[in-house]
């Protein structure tokens, strides 16, 4: 590393401050500058360059070896098209060929056998060993000489008008596989050169001769484009349809993609195979053929593995490296949660008596901190619930300890362990803030009423957590048709309802969905509604619940039913015209209804002596 990037970074950080970060946010920033962003780059880079040097070479170099391979192949073309015109050496086969086909049946015979004698020791062992076989029709007959038995083509059965009546003008012409139905035995791929022959002393037709070529002479000038096996390479006509394939099976078939190929010279890539392939085009020099070629990516590739194992050893070497720094800086955050989860168990036993030490500024910090005031609190206010106003304090003493749940507090924790072990670093912090912002709203227990506003904030930051927890299974909506900052409300008077609908609703049902609704009703009242899609409440327990809500709330509280301590608070707070109605169905869920007076700013001091701002 040079001295002006060390002094860079340097720099960086001291503008960054990254000691003042968030404990998250230093994970974050430390795996991404060690690991994540310059391996990936490196690798990326290396590995794409290096493919796409290799593929602009193969591409640059197989077009040329095609045009080479073309050259050879129409050299050989030409050679086989001056295989016909050996006939006009034998002045014996000339006579025959002019006679006509009307002769006593001992001199047909003495005429076939002369020219397929001829047509053996001039084509089959004349040394051109890519020769199947030669046939000559001449005036209604067909003399024949071939390596090995063959089907397919006589007098009755050719598919061609073959005889005096056809008219090459001179040229040859070539019969592709799939347009006869020659065959040989073994099936070996040819082409049949047709030849018109004519008597230039009479300026007549002789007849026609076909000359059978097995295509080893096209594999052989191809040899050299496929020496490792690992590409494909096939001639077509117009048409599309399969002249000559590295692969027997495909010769005569139509190329089905071959409307999809540019028709010039050249190399290009495509991406519709499973793997990518670089395919090159060369079209014969007189010929309406095309000769293609076809490698995968893969294969040209191969040799950039060095390449890649080195940088994959690379960017192991650094994912060890930062994941032991990962594994050190959240063990840094898990194990203060842990000691706060040991500690929640204790005050889940009723003992209060405890303190967490953790003197930091970050999340677990503030925590931490929040946690020991809140166990202050809970003292100070159990004493002040024994000593002033006993039954009064004693139910917003369990409206508290409700809002506080340290099984909440427990099962939130454990969340936000696994979180940090699986360094899902933004629900950590999500579930860290809202925590955090939870606590400090519980702890300040000033005055008896908020904004709505506020507790609704409040209970969307616990359904936000449980969501966290629950993923799928918990949807909610929060509907505020009032100016929820004008009107106040107790503290902690929707968690219980709450809790209610989801302990009871994920005991039935795979989701639970609540619905939160504020509305005005008149110029005096405020309803809070709370909905769930819950299992309901069976008509007699329905029936019981509402007849201890309407009895004296006082004298039935019951730690048993939150709905019934929320009442019994808003009744002495408001009087006995307020509190709460339920109502439900079973099997169809629970609507709770909380009705409190429209109390303003101003009117707060009448009812608590001031305004808690929390």
Do not use: C
């Not at 946010?25 to 290799?54: D, E, F, N, R």
């Not at 139509?254 to 793997?275: A, M, Q, W």
């Amino acid at each position: 590393m040079t001295l002006q990037r060390k002094m860079l970074i340097n720099m960086i950080f001291k503008r960054l401050k990254v000691r003042n970060y968030k404990l998250m946010t230093k994970l974050m920033i430390t795996y991404l500058l060690l690991t994540v962003i310059p391996i990936s780059l490196l690798g990326y880079i290396a590995y794409s360059q290096y493919t796409k040097s290799i593929e602009e070479q193969v591409g640059e170099y197989i077009p040329k070896l095609l045009e080479q391979a073309n050259e050879n192949i129409n050299n050989q073309l030409i050679e086989l098209k001056q295989l016909p015109d050996s006939i006009y050496n034998s002045s014996q086969v000339i006579e025959v060929l002019r006679k006509d086909s009307f002769q006593s049946k001992s001199i047909l015979l003495k005429d076939e056998f002369l020219v397929n004698s001829y047509l053996s020791r001039t084509y089959i062992n004349g040394g051109n060993t890519d020769l199947l076989g030669v046939f000559l029709l001449s005036k209604n007959r067909i003399f024949t000489s071939t390596k090995t038995t063959f089907t397919g083509f006589d007098l009755q059965t050719a598919p061609l008008p073959y005889g005096q009546d056809i008219d090459l003008q001179g040229k040859e012409e070539i019969i592709l596989p799939y347009q006869t139905n020659l065959s040989f035995k073994g099936n070996p791929p040819f082409i049949l050169l047709m030849k018109q022959l004519r008597d230039y002393e009479n300026q007549e037709n002789l007849g026609t001769i076909f000359i059978a070529v097995e295509l080893t002479f096209i594999e052989k000038a191809l040899k050299s484009l496929d020496q490792d096996h690992k590409s494909n390479i096939w001639i077509t006509d117009l048409s599309g349809q399969i002249i000559f394939h590295t692969d027997p099976h495909f010769i005569g078939e139509l190329d089905e993609e071959f409307v999809d190929y540019p028709k010039i010279n050249g190399s290009f890539r495509t991406t519709e195979h499973e793997d990518n392939q670089l395919i090159s085009v060369d079209k014969f020099q007189g010929n309406d053929w095309y000769l293609f070629h076809t490698i995968a990516i893969s294969d040209l590739t191969k040799e950039t593995d060095v390449v890649r194992n080195g940088t994959i050893i690379v960017f192991i070497a650094f994912v060890i490296l930062s994941t032991i720094i990962s594994i050190i800086l959240a063990w840094n955050v898990s194990n203060p949660l842990n000691k706060l989860t040991k500690l929640m168990k204790q005050v889940e036993k009723g003992n209060f008596n405890v303190d967490l030490p953790i003197d930091t500024q970050d999340e677990v910090g503030i925590l931490a901190n929040s946690f020991n005031s809140m166990i202050q609190e809970i003292n100070q206010l159990i004493k002040k619930n024994y000593q002033i106003e006993l039954r009064q304090k004693d139910a917003e003493l369990y409206a508290l300890q409700s809002q506080i749940n340290p099984h909440f507090m427990y099962n939130t924790l454990e969340t936000i362990g696994y979180a940090v072990e699986e360094e899902e670093t933004e629900a950590v912090v999500k579930m860290v803030s809202l925590l955090g912002r939870m606590l400090r709203y519980s702890l300040n227990n000033k005055e008896k009423l908020v904004p709505i506003s506020l507790e609704v904030r409040h209970m969307n930051d616990y359904l936000t957590i449980q969501k966290f927890r629950f993923e799928d299974r918990i949807d909610f909506t929060i509907n505020e048709e009032v100016d929820t900052n004008r009107f106040f409300t107790p503290k902690f008077i929707l968690q219980p309802i709450i809790e209610n609908a989801i302990k009871y609703g994920l005991e039935q049902h795979h989701t639970s969905v609540i619905e939160i609704v504020i509305t005005k009703t008149g110029e005096d009242e405020i309803l809070l509604k709370v909905k769930d899609n819950g299992p309901g409440i069976e008509e007699k327990i329905l029936a019981k619940l509402n007849e201890s809500l309407r009895s004296n709330p006082m004298a039935r509280r019951d730690s048993k039913f939150g709905l019934i301590n929320v009442h019994a608070r808003i009744a002495m707070i408001f009087g006995e015209t307020y509190g709460l109605q339920v109502k439900s169905e079973f099997n169809k869920g629970t609507e709770v209804i909380v009705k409190i007076p429209a109390i303003t700013r101003e009117e707060v001091s009448d009812v608590s002596g001031g305004v808690d701002h929390a």
